[in-house]
């Protein structure tokens, strides 16, 4: 299976997170591919099985806006049918974005398989626990 992950970071939080869903997803025997949301075009990205979105929450809990958000809008027509996975940190709010977000992805037309949201920078029990949801998922 052929995995994009495509995330944006602003602190290194989201792209902690992007390094470690890799390491998760290639240990299942997935092709996976990460990068940052400015190297990589929207055609790219959308050429994978599985596409992996990665924003913190912004402003007043939004995806970021300047890179992030463009390319989303960019492919948002294209996620009809599409796995997706999103995931980001945030360290104010309740992490309403990741719901504002996931809403959005679906009324697209994608598969959000998971959501996931760490508060600040993810320490060992976020990284086990995004760990045990990834392998709990089937992505047939």
Known sequence: MK?????????????????????????????????????????????????????????VEEIEEYEFRPFFDEISSDLEGKNVILFGSYDWGDGEWMDTWSEETESFGANVLARIKVVMDPDAEDLEEISSLLEGISYE
């Open 3 to 59: 995995v994009n992950i495509v995330y944006y970071t602003a602190t290194g939080n989201t792209e902690e997170m992007a390094q470690h869903i890799q390491s998760v997803l290639e240990d299942q025997g997935m092709d996976v591919r990460s990068h940052y949301v400015s190297d990589i075009s929207p055609e790219d990205a959308l050429d994978a099985d599985l596409l992996v979105l990665g924003s913190p929450a912004m402003g």
